[in-house]
Structure formats: C-alpha cells, structure tokens
C-alpha cells in the first residue's frame, strides 16, 4: 500500500517553503509533554513521529533505536511507512544510508536517496515512491541512541535549515529516550522488589521453626537461639529451667 499517500496530499505547497521549522523549533517543548503523557517508551516514540511528520509535512517518518546487545538499529516507530515492519526491520551499523548515519555520526541527505551507491531498499518498508532522504544521528554524547529518518516523494525536498531545525529536535529527543528507558527500568523493578516498610515499622521478616507439640501459639517469635538463651536464663516456678536443649521457643511447654 501507498502508506504516506495522506501525508504527501497534505502538504502539496510544502515545497513552496510554507513548512515552518520555527514551529518545529518551537515544539520541542511538547517532547516532554508527549513523553509525560506517554504509558510507554513505544507510545513515545510514536507520538514523536507522527509529531515531526506533521510539522514537517512529510511523507514518512521513522525511528529506529540502537540495540547494545546486538549492534543493530532497530525499527520502534514507523509513520507514513508500513506498520508491520515495526520491531522487525533490523540494520546493521554502516548498512544502507540510515546505518551509514549510525555509524559515522553524522546527518546523511540526498536529494534522491536512490542514487547513493550506499542505499538498500528495504521491502519491508514500502518505500519505493520516496526520493528525498534525509537521515539524523540521535546521539548523547558518544553514545548512539538511534536514528531519525525522513522521506518525501518530491526530490530534493529538504535543506539545511531543516537540518538544523532537525539537529535541535534530535538533541531534545537523545535526553527523552534516555529517561524514557530509565523510567521503564525503574518501573520494571518495582514490580520485581518488594514493597518497603513504612516509616517507622519494622521490616516484615520471616522465620522458620520446628513445632514441639500440636496445637496454636500466641505470642511474638524470635530466633531460636535468641529464644532459647532467653529461656536458658528465666527460672521456671519451682527452680527449673528450660536449657538450650528444649524445643519450643514458641511457649509450648515439655
């Protein structure tokens, strides 16, 4: 399918220069409102795309994330491209213009994406009908966070005002993944961890213990050495005394 149809009708004098990238400047504010509102790091990236997208006036929009693990660039949002091949398109650094930008660090532009001996259709995408290509590097610091691409079907679409505009939205967009995936990790441990005790109880603890005798005990537990050296040291009536041989720490009498 003509998966960006709607977003290239949209704009049909976009190429007349009326896209406004002070708007897009203007809107990085709203990153961290999309990324507030957000449930999830997918539901982000998503909102950014179809963000970028409409400001730009673009057909199609896309963000693929850079795995540690593997090395690869991987597809997590697609707007304007075809949906199923979101988490399922992989590129390996240096492969194709978006992993050349990956790999070296750098925004990559084509006025005809195409004709770069460097380009790798990938079918997946249905991209076919797109020339202009443009590719940003999000990076923090040295570090490789992904990689922003847009697409248009006019060649030459873009320039380097819109790189520019483009290069600020990617800086914005490098911190808010970033504390995205710090938001998930933390959010994931705390369903692991247990809850803490509140301000001024003692810490639940668990103790395990043989029974002397049948039957239902009242009374605070304690270790059993504790409870044993307690005993060993509290006379009973009549003189006697429970040494530490006894079982029964709970008060269950022998």
Request: one cysteine or more; proline letters at 6%.
């Amino acid at each position: 399918g003509v998966y960006g149809q709607p977003l290239a009708d949209s704009m049909a004098s976009g190429m007349n220069g009326e896209r406004d990238n002070v708007d897009l400047i203007c809107g990085i504010g709203e990153l961290a409102v999309l990324l507030q509102e957000s449930s999830n790091i997918k539901e982000f990236l998503n909102s950014v795309t179809a963000f970028i997208a409409r400001q730009m006036h673009v057909d199609a929009c896309s963000i693929s994330l850079f795995e540690d693990e593997t090395q690869e660039l991987v597809l997590r949002s697609a707007c304007g491209l075809n949906p199923d091949a979101v988490d399922k398109v992989r590129i390996r650094q240096g492969e194709g213009l978006t992993g050349l930008a990956l790999q070296e660090m750098r925004v990559v532009l084509e006025a005809k994406g195409a004709e770069n001996p460097k380009f790798k259709p990938v079918p997946e995408l249905a991209e076919e009908q797109y020339h202009a290509f443009l590719a940003l590097p999000i990076l923090r610091g040295p570090a490789r966070i992904g990689v922003l691409v847009l697409q248009h079907h006019l060649p030459g679409y873009f320039s380097e005002q819109d790189v520019k505009a483009l290069r600020a939205i990617t800086n914005q967009l490098a911190m808010a993944i970033g504390n995205a995936k710090l938001l998930s990790t933390l959010q994931q441990a705390e369903t692991v961890a247990p809850p803490l005790p509140r301000s001024g109880q003692e810490p639940i603890r668990y103790l395990k213990g043989k029974s002397a005798s049948e039957g239902i005990a009242h009374g605070a537990a304690a270790p059993a050495a504790a409870a044993n050296q307690s005993q060993a040291n509290r006379a009973l009536p009549g003189g006697v005394h429970v040494g530490n041989g006894q079982r029964g720490e709970c008060g269950a009498g022998g």
